[in-house]
């Protein structure tokens, strides 16, 4: 997965690039590229950690002392601060792909092929076709 981060303009509002690319038969797109927000992250650790047997790699922190004023830096637009959280946001979820039995379930295809995801699915297993 690649990953990019996005400037939207919006102090308040961070977005992540996805881009994946993958010859697993049980992914629909071979290719996809999706935006996500560290919210989504969080949605897609607490449905694989509800929904299914894997033990799932905890997130970097939410950084909410980097959102405080008067800091003298750039919080969390910092560049220290956006390749730390890329590498561990990378790390997270090339673990969570690339396990056998998260690889079925819903949550992580909506989560890295659909545009928007639909917090409101019927958690489900993927099969293989």
């Known amino acids: 997965l690649q990953f990019a981060?996005?400037?939207?303009?919006?102090?308040?509002?961070e977005k992540v690039r996805l881009a994946d690319a993958t010859n697993l038969p049980i992914f629909?797109?071979?290719e996809s590229t999706v935006r996500r927000?560290?919210?989504d992250f969080e949605w897609l650790r607490n449905e694989l950690e509800r929904e299914s047997k894997v033990v799932v790699p905890p997130l970097p922190g939410k950084a909410l002392l980097?959102?405080?004023p008067f800091r003298g830096?750039?919080?969390i637009f910092d560049d220290s601060f956006i390749e730390e959280r890329k590498q561990a946001l990378e790390q997270?979820?090339?673990k969570v792909a690339g396990h056998p039995l998260a690889q079925n379930e819903r949550?992580?295809?909506?989560f890295l092929q659909?545009?928007?995801?639909?917090?409101n699915y019927t958690p489900s297993k993927i099969r293989h076709t």
């Open 92 to 94: 997270f979820i090339n």
């Open 107 to 110: 949550c992580l295809h909506m």
């Open 114 to 119: 659909d545009e928007v995801i639909d917090k």
């Open 37 to 39: 927000r560290y919210s």
């Open 5 to 13: 981060y996005i400037d939207t303009g919006n102090l308040a509002f």
């Open 28 to 30: 629909k797109l071979k």
């Open 66 to 68: 980097r959102q405080l």
């Open 73 to 75: 830096d750039d919080g």
